[in-house]
């Protein structure tokens, strides 16, 4: 295994990894561990990708008179 070395960090947040890591009976090192691994776990949306699948979504759907809607609006709902 690889070792890594932090410098520099706030004294707020080693207070909190450390009492974290007492609260759910973990070493410091354990805890800092489990929070990397949930953080990088997490899927990362593509942008692009969304962007496109979301066009082709609208595109595939009925056009919409908006005059009507606006008419609706104006007037009050029936």
């Given amino acids: 295994m690889t070792t ?3 410098k520099n960090i706030p004294e707020e947040l080693h207070a909190r990894l450390k009492e974290s ?3 759910n009976r973990r070493s410091l090192n354990s805890e800092i561990l ?6 990088l776990a997490v899927p990362i949306a593509k942008a692009r990708e969304s962007a496109r699948s979301l066009k082709a979504f ?3 759907m009925p056009a919409q008179d908006h ?4 008419r609706h609006k104006r007037q009050g709902r029936p």
């Fill in 67 to 70: 005059s009507q809607v606006d």
């Fill in 34 to 39: 489990v929070r990397l691994e949930s953080a």
């Fill in 4 to 6: 890594l070395t932090l």
């Fill in 21 to 23: 890591a007492e609260k």
């Fill in 58 to 60: 609208t595109d595939s």
